[in-house]
């Protein structure tokens, strides 16, 4: 099992940028990809972006594409969010998680369901 700790968030204006990180401990060894996913209130949470661990292959929701970019450090277990020109409607609370089950091309990881392993969240708000 994988356990993981998401920090990074706060409250920030639009246009400004923020980098979550998510350090991942336990069973890393066994990770395939790993994701972020955001909840706004009200609102079904909702996939942001996801990297391969072995050969770092990434992918984005539209809606992120151009301003965010997610990275990892294998070293340190370590996966990264770097968020550019926010705007209001990315406050959300960001999720980082992971999918140890099954490898990157047998799974869509735009959804919640391919990942086993999920942190607690950290909130970002961004004001207009």
């Known amino acids: 099992q994988v356990q993981l700790v998401e920090s990074g968030g706060g409250l920030v204006q639009a246009g400004d940028s923020l980098r979550l990180s998510c350090a991942a401990s336990?069973?890393?060894?066994?990770?395939?990809?790993m994701g972020w996913f955001r909840q706004a209130p009200g609102k079904e949470r909702e996939f942001v972006s996801a990297?391969?661990?072995?050969?770092?292959?990434?992918g984005y929701a539209d809606y992120v594409q151009g301003r965010f970019t997610i990275s990892k450090d294998n070293a340190k277990n370590t996966v990264y969010l770097q968020m550019n020109n926010l705007k209001p409607e990315d406050t959300a609370v960001y999720y980082c998680?992971?999918?140890?089950?099954?490898?990157?091309?047998?799974?869509?990881?735009?959804?919640?369901?391919?990942?086993?392993?999920w942190g607690q969240g950290t909130q970002v708000t961004v004001s207009s």
């Open positions: 998680a992971t999918d140890t089950r099954s490898p990157v091309w047998a799974i869509d990881w735009s959804t919640e369901g391919a990942y086993d392993g």
């Open positions: 336990g069973r890393t060894f066994s990770t395939y990809a």
């Open positions: 990297i391969s661990w072995s050969n770092g292959n990434t």
